[in-house]
Structures are given as C-alpha cells and as structure tokens.
C-alpha cells in the first residue's frame, strides 16, 4: 500500500516561498511518476507540477511556470515542490500524487492523467 504524507504548507506573505514536502512510503520511489495537484475553494483541482521517475523529466502548470521547482530524492523517498513568488491565487489544498510505472518505462512525456495514489493535502494560504 503506498502512502503519501505532504508537509511544509501553512501562511505565507504574497511574495514568499514555501517548500511542500512529500514523503511516500514505498519500496522503491523511482518506480513512479510523481506529481502535485491543488484545489482551491469551489474550484477543480488541477495539475501544478509533475516529475517523472527518473528526474529527468518535469512538467509546471503555465500559472506556476518561472515560480515552482519540483524534485525528488529517489533515495529518500521524498518529493519537494518548491514555489516562489507565491500570489494570492496560489491558494489551494495541495496533493501530492504518485502513479505506479512498469520498469524502465519510457513513454511520452508530460503524463497528466493516471495517477493512482493521493495524499491527505496540505493547506497553503497566500496572504496579500
């Protein structure tokens, strides 16, 4: 059973930076695609970064491209995603996700849809 315990949420000041962590409990992390997804209030929830099994591949939403840097500790088990510049609209339940890939996969890139395993979230609030 994979699970997945985000942290580093909370208050910031429009302008600021927080660092979102990820902690999954797996056998081996590098057998997965992981991701962070957000939902603000009354909206859906949407992608905001992804980083494939290797490290070598990311993906950012357009509203946090230049502002976000995920990266992963394969040996550690951990994924960070890293925001600057927060806004206001960056207000959300944060989730970190992870989807299960054969070894060596190499499909195409980015891989939106298929994630299979959610954490609980964290909250960000973005102060102006």
């Known amino acids: 059973q994979v699970q997945l315990v985000e942290s580093g949420g909370g208050l910031a000041q429009a302008g600021g930076s927080l660092r979102l962590s990820c902690a999954a409990s797996v056998r081996a992390l590098d057998s997965y695609d992981m991701g962070w997804f957000r939902q603000a209030p009354g909206k859906e929830r949407e992608v905001v970064a992804q980083?494939?099994?290797?490290?070598?591949?990311?993906y950012y939403a357009d509203s946090v491209k230049g502002r976000s840097t995920i990266s992963r500790d394969n040996a550690k088990k951990i994924v960070y995603l890293q925001m600057n510049s927060l806004k206001t609209e960056d207000t959300a339940v944060y989730y970190c996700?992870?989807?299960?890939?054969?070894?060596?996969?190499?499909?195409?890139?980015?891989?939106?849809?298929?994630?299979?395993?959610w954490g609980q979230g964290t909250q960000v609030t973005v102060l102006s």
């Open positions: 996700a992870a989807k299960y890939l054969p070894p060596f996969y190499g499909g195409p890139w980015p891989r939106l849809t298929g994630y299979e395993y």
């Open positions: 980083i494939s099994w290797t490290g070598e591949n990311t």
